[in-house]
């Protein structure tokens, strides 16, 4: 690094005077970044590397100034060169490209290098500016950086595109006080009075989104895992969580990494292996190579902690692992593709779930985990294909959602069953080792896969991957002389054409005191299952019963009577019954077999006969989902009652502990009556909870916001109380800003929600869509009402200010309670006066009510 750039110095003036560049084609010269301008760069410029210099502050309004050096390599000279950088242009300094000072040429979020400055082979650029802070997250004793898929570009100019990799080299000045972490190891660091200087060593080639730093006040735990040294800062103070915690944190990353490794025939690809545990992350983790980031309350868990966090620790941990081999090492070539690191990060996740998940239950936990969520969107009207186009970064936020992160893998599993276990594997190992440390495409790995295989991997591409949407099955069974003569399988798309997914999945056929399980090979529109023909006619058959299958499946009235009259579900097995769970609602909710009420009926009966967490929790979550949004008021009321008292016995007759807590939490949240609020209020005030219950602080937190929403005598004193005990800060901060959403004055939950206008007021985005989710609580959607308007007014700027699953979050917080046709009337009104609206944003808002349309369908 040159002598005058580690000099630290950051009082210049920055310069006002912008002047006019020639004149730029819009494809290529608009904001964000365009594909044609993406395009035109990786042609281009080549051998990229950032020398970046931060001084980071201790007052969190302070600005954080930079210098940079980008240095680079060009093909041919060009008559001009974009820099992406979407700030203020007053916060830029004099540029110096090739040792020579040029004018600030600003426009549509770009510095134009001028031609005449520029050479062929190597040039470089000097610059000063101010970073912009919504990459930065800055809290008030901590910040870290965020940039992914586009918001590079908002720390510090350069060529945020995924294919044009470069070195960082980062110089970061920061209060003494404070730990950090960034992509490469630490080479040396000074002290300068109250201040620190760390130098940073060269990073490995990464993308833009990938650079990342953090600094704050954190503690640090070390630790060395099958030989390789690993770092983790956090910020938890509960001693316990710590405790419990800290070594299956390590116990997991190691793991997951002694797994991938084997899978992959490749080394760990990366000079070093530190994370950080942030408080209310705004994602689940972000896969920053050599800093991954996590959500602190999703690492940490209590002795109370339920089976579904346990497994959502080790997913959030191994999924951010395999992307160090699955979008760091092999990036995509442009964000269209971002769906192939998601998909092969969660498909590794699920399998090295077999090695830190104790009595781990693949199939059970790979149904639960994908399915319900894939077809919350599949189902829509919004629903996408899982490669979407993209024509500019700046909308490369859209493309997330459960498509990508949940069929994503199913489909892959379903491509695994069909190519074989081995043959998928060395197809992945061809595609990671051609392009290891590059970029690649979905065609690219199709291609690399299609070499292992005899299977047209283009035809089933086109329905799987280029096509949205989800099958219909429907049966024909032929009956001869009491035993099965033909067994007929058909499918076709939601939508009524006449499309059909190839896959595998498995039937049961049912008998008095037995059951034959067949597989089903269903690569056409119509098969027969030739293994069926001859035997017995069963009383019933289940469908899916290994959970394999994809889409909405036919129910066997039979096992409908059997388990409403047996109080058992029909099902044999976990995955045959949480299955069974599965497709009876996906039935209900497109008016077939049962409606709300007898689907809802038929979840009481089960409350006490499914003893297995996984398969209970799908059962209850869907129990409330029938219970807030498709009971009238007065049907709840009617009913309250009784499934209180139907719950809380379940919950004393189970024998596990958390399957207890599963059946505590459902009576907790649809709790009505006077009489279980009052349970809930000496449960809280004295802080013992039901025999066999362990529930956490923040089990206690939300009993008291429950309260608040509820409009319980005192619920305002008591969310004080609860503030006051309390010990950690973030978590202090947390509720203090969720105080006015829980306000039992109207009038204070308005201007609440009037100051989420402005997007600095969102910026801390997990708090605000807790406070959204009790704004819009079904016992509040008469006064919530008026907030539905704003939420769709206020969408496109959301998009633009907010981090990638804002949007879609935003809109579910809203809209997902909503059963009133004069809610319906305010999504129809919007839609039909912005005929032209933004497609993707639209989808999401189609996603999002979803279930808001089917409740004036499903009766």
Same mark, same amino acid.
């Given at each position: 690094?040159?002598?005058?750039?580690?000099?630290?110095?950051?009082? =210049?003036?920055?310069?006002?005077?912008?002047?006019?560049?020639?004149?730029?084609?819009?494809?290529?010269?608009?904001?964000?970044?365009?594909?044609?301008?993406?395009?035109?760069?990786?042609?281009?410029?080549?051998?990229?590397?950032?020398?970046?210099?931060?001084?980071?502050?201790?007052?969190?309004?302070?600005? =954080?100034?930079?210098?940079? &050096?980008? $240095?680079?390599?060009?093909?041919?000279?060009?008559?001009?060169?974009?820099?992406?950088?979407?700030?203020?242009?007053?916060?830029?300094?004099?540029?110096?490209?090739?040792?020579?000072?040029?004018?600030?040429?600003?426009?549509?979020?770009?510095?134009?290098?001028?031609?005449?400055?520029?050479?062929?082979?190597?040039?470089?650029?000097?610059?000063?500016?101010?970073?912009?802070?919504?990459?930065?997250?800055?809290?008030?004793?901590?910040?870290?950086?965020?940039?992914?898929?586009?918001?590079?570009?908002?720390?510090?100019?350069?060529?945020?595109?995924?294919?044009?990799?470069?070195?960082?080299?980062?110089?970061?000045?920061? #209060?003494?006080?404070?730990?950090?972490?960034?992509?490469?190891?630490?080479?040396?660091?000074?002290?300068?009075?109250?201040?620190?200087?760390?130098?940073?060593?060269?990073?490995?080639?990464?993308?833009?989104?990938?650079?990342?730093?953090?600094?704050?006040?954190?503690?640090?735990?070390?630790?060395?895992?099958?030989?390789?040294?690993?770092?983790? @800062?956090?910020?938890?103070?509960?001693?316990?969580?710590?405790?419990?915690?800290?070594?299956?944190?390590?116990?997991?990353?190691?793991?997951?990494?002694?797994?991938?490794?084997?899978?992959?025939?490749?080394?760990?690809?990366?000079?070093?292996?530190?994370?950080?545990?942030?408080?209310?992350?705004?994602?689940?983790?972000?896969?920053? #190579?050599?800093?991954?980031?996590?959500?602190?309350?999703?690492?940490?868990?209590?002795?109370?902690?339920?089976?579904?966090?346990?497994?959502?620790?080790?997913?959030?941990?191994?999924?951010?692992?395999?992307?160090?081999?699955?979008?760091?090492?092999?990036?995509?070539?442009?964000?269209?593709?971002?769906?192939?690191?998601?998909?092969?990060?969660?498909?590794?996740?699920?399998?090295?779930?077999?090695?830190?998940?104790?009595?781990?239950?693949?199939?059970?936990?790979?149904?639960?985990?994908?399915?319900?969520?894939?077809?919350?969107?599949?189902?829509?009207?919004?629903?996408?294909?899982?490669?979407?186009?993209?024509?500019?970064?700046?909308?490369?936020?859209?493309?997330?959602?459960?498509?990508?992160?949940?069929?994503?893998?199913?489909?892959?599993?379903?491509?695994?069953?069909?190519?074989? =276990?081995?043959?998928?594997?060395?197809?992945?190992?061809?595609?990671?080792?051609?392009?290891?440390?590059?970029?690649?495409?979905?065609?690219?790995?199709?291609?690399?896969?299609?070499?292992?295989?005899?299977?047209?991997?283009?035809?089933?591409?086109?329905?799987?991957?280029?096509?949205?949407?989800?099958?219909?099955?429907?049966?024909?069974?032929?009956?001869?002389?009491?035993?099965?003569?033909?067994?007929?399988?058909?499918?076709?798309?939601?939508?009524?054409?006449?499309?059909?997914?190839?896959?595998?999945?498995?039937?049961?056929?049912?008998?008095?005191?037995?059951?034959? $399980?067949? @597989?089903?090979?269903?690569?056409?529109?119509?098969? &027969?299952?030739?293994?069926?023909?001859?035997?017995? &006619?069963?009383?019933?058959?289940?469908?899916?019963?290994?959970?394999?299958?994809?889409?909405?499946?036919?129910?066997?009235?039979?096992?409908?009577?059997?388990?409403?009259?047996?109080?058992?579900?029909?099902?044999?097995?976990?995955?045959?019954?949480?299955?069974?769970?599965?497709?009876?609602?996906?039935?209900?909710?497109?008016?077939?077999?049962?409606?709300?009420?007898?689907?809802?009926?038929?979840?009481?009966?089960?409350?006490?006969?499914?003893?297995?967490?996984?398969?209970?929790?799908?059962?209850?979550?869907?129990?409330?989902?029938?219970?807030?949004?498709?009971?009238?008021?007065?049907?709840?009321?009617?009913?309250?009652?009784?499934?209180?008292?139907?719950?809380?016995?379940?919950?004393?007759?189970?024998?596990?502990?958390?399957?207890?807590?599963?059946?505590?939490?459902?009576?907790?949240?649809?709790?009505? $009556?006077?009489?279980?609020?009052?349970?809930?209020?000496?449960?809280?005030?004295?802080?013992?909870?039901?025999?066999?219950?362990?529930?956490?602080?923040?089990?206690?937190?939300?009993?008291?916001?429950?309260?608040?929403?509820?409009?319980?005598?005192?619920?305002?004193?008591?969310?004080?109380?609860?503030?006051?005990?309390?010990?950690?800060?973030?978590?202090?901060?947390?509720?203090?800003?969720?105080?006015?959403?829980?306000?039992?004055?109207?009038?204070?939950?308005?201007?609440?929600?009037?100051?989420?206008?402005?997007?600095?007021?969102?910026?801390?985005?997990?708090? =605000?869509?807790?406070?959204?989710?009790? @704004?819009?609580?079904?016992?509040?959607?008469?006064?919530?009402? &008026?907030?539905?308007?704003?939420?769709?007014?206020?969408?496109?700027?959301?998009?633009?200010?907010?981090?990638?699953?804002?949007?879609?979050?935003?809109?579910?917080?809203?809209?997902?309670?909503?059963?009133?046709?004069?809610?319906?009337?305010?999504?129809?009104?919007?839609?039909?006066?912005?005929?032209?609206?933004?497609?993707?944003?639209?989808?999401?808002?189609?996603?999002?009510?979803?279930?808001?349309?089917?409740?004036?369908?499903?009766?």
């Amino acid at each position: 690094m040159p002598i005058a750039f580690r000099a630290v110095f950051f009082g =210049v003036l920055f310069c006002s005077l912008i002047t006019r560049g020639q004149s730029i084609p819009d494809s290529i010269g608009q904001p964000g970044v365009s594909l044609p301008l993406a395009k035109t760069r990786a042609a281009l410029v080549k051998d990229i590397h950032y020398e970046l210099l931060f001084n980071l502050p201790l007052a969190k309004d302070s600005l =954080v100034r930079g210098k940079e &050096k980008l $240095t680079f390599r060009l093909v041919q000279r060009p008559a001009f060169l974009l820099l992406d950088f979407k700030t203020d242009p007053k916060f830029l300094d004099i540029i110096r490209i090739n040792g020579k000072t040029a004018p600030v040429v600003y426009a549509n979020e770009h510095i134009q290098l001028p031609g005449s400055l520029l050479q062929e082979g190597t040039n470089s650029v000097e610059l000063g500016f101010v970073a912009g802070n919504a990459a930065l997250n800055r809290n008030t004793e901590f910040l870290y950086t965020l940039l992914v898929p586009d918001r590079a570009r908002t720390l510090f100019p350069c060529f945020d595109q995924p294919n044009l990799k470069a070195v960082f080299e980062l110089t970061l000045v920061k #209060p003494a006080g404070w730990q950090a972490i960034a992509n490469a190891s630490l080479l040396d660091s000074s002290r300068m009075e109250d201040l620190t200087v760390l130098r940073f060593r060269p990073s490995d080639r990464i993308s833009t989104y990938l650079f990342s730093f953090a600094a704050g006040r954190f503690t640090a735990a070390d630790k060395t895992v099958h030989g390789l040294p690993m770092r983790m @800062l956090y910020r938890e103070t509960d001693p316990t969580k710590i405790r419990l915690s800290t070594d299956t944190i390590f116990h997991i990353e190691g793991s997951s990494l002694e797994f991938l490794e084997s899978y992959t025939a490749l080394k760990y690809p990366f000079q070093k292996f530190d994370f950080v545990a942030i408080p209310d992350f705004q994602f689940g983790g972000m896969e920053h #190579p050599g800093a991954i980031q996590y959500k602190a309350n999703t690492l940490f868990l209590d002795s109370g902690a339920t089976r579904e966090q346990l497994i959502a620790r080790s997913n959030l941990l191994a999924h951010e692992t395999a992307h160090m081999w699955f979008g760091d090492l092999v990036t995509m070539d442009w964000f269209n593709d971002v769906w192939m690191k998601e998909v092969f990060a969660n498909f590794m996740a699920d399998m090295i779930g077999n090695l830190t998940i104790h009595d781990n239950n693949d199939a059970l936990k790979f149904l639960t985990y994908h399915y319900p969520a894939a077809y919350s969107v599949d189902r829509s009207a919004g629903a996408h294909p899982i490669r979407q186009k993209l024509d500019n970064l700046n909308e490369a936020g859209s493309l997330y959602g459960n498509i990508i992160y949940h069929k994503a893998p199913i489909v892959m599993r379903q491509l695994e069953l069909l190519m074989g =276990v081995s043959a998928f594997r060395d197809g992945l190992r061809d595609y990671l080792k051609k392009y290891a440390g590059g970029n690649a495409t979905w065609p690219d790995l199709i291609e690399a896969l299609q070499r292992h295989t005899s299977l047209d991997l283009r035809t089933w591409n086109e329905v799987w991957v280029n096509g949205a949407g989800r099958p219909v099955f429907s049966y024909e069974l032929k009956e001869k002389d009491g035993k099965i003569g033909e067994l007929t399988i058909r499918q076709k798309g939601e939508d009524g054409s006449q499309r059909f997914w190839p896959q595998q999945f498995y039937v049961m056929l049912v008998y008095p005191d037995s059951f034959k $399980t067949l @597989l089903v090979n269903s690569n056409a529109s119509s098969i &027969k299952v030739p293994e069926a023909a001859g035997l017995p &006619k069963p009383q019933y058959i289940l469908f899916n019963v290994s959970g394999l299958g994809y889409g909405v499946f036919p129910v066997d009235a039979g096992a409908v009577a059997f388990s409403l009259s047996s109080g058992a579900p029909a099902g044999k097995g976990p995955v045959a019954r949480a299955a069974e769970y599965i497709n009876l609602y996906e039935n209900m909710l497109n008016g077939r077999v049962l409606t709300p009420r007898q689907l809802l009926d038929y979840q009481r009966h089960m409350l006490s006969g499914e003893t297995v967490e996984q398969s209970l929790n799908v059962l209850l979550d869907q129990l409330q989902s029938v219970f807030w949004r498709f009971l009238t008021p007065v049907e709840r009321e009617s009913l309250a009652g009784t499934l209180e008292k139907e719950c809380w016995q379940a919950m004393e007759a189970a024998s596990a502990k958390n399957v207890k807590k599963l059946l505590f939490r459902t009576f907790s949240n649809i709790v009505t $009556t006077r009489a279980g609020m009052d349970s809930l209020y000496t449960i809280w005030k004295e802080q013992r909870p039901p025999a066999g219950v362990i529930l956490s602080e923040d089990d206690y937190t939300g009993l008291a916001a429950g309260l608040a929403i509820r409009n319980y005598p005192g619920s305002q004193l008591i969310l004080q109380e609860q503030l006051s005990r309390i010990p950690n800060k973030d978590r202090q901060d947390r509720l203090r800003f969720l105080l006015p959403s829980l306000s039992n004055d109207e009038a204070v939950r308005d201007r609440f929600f009037a100051t989420l206008q402005s997007a600095e007021a969102r910026r801390k985005e997990a708090w =605000v869509l807790t406070a959204i989710g009790y @704004l819009h609580h079904p016992l509040r959607a008469a006064s919530a009402e &008026k907030y539905l308007q704003p939420s769709l007014d206020w969408l496109e700027d959301i998009q633009r200010t907010g981090d990638v699953f804002f949007p879609q979050s935003w809109l579910q917080a809203g809209f997902g309670w909503c059963r009133t046709s004069s809610e319906i009337k305010i999504v129809r009104n919007f839609l039909e006066k912005h005929p032209d609206y933004n497609p993707k944003l639209k989808a999401k808002i189609l996603q999002a009510t979803d279930l808001l349309f089917r409740t004036e369908r499903v009766h």
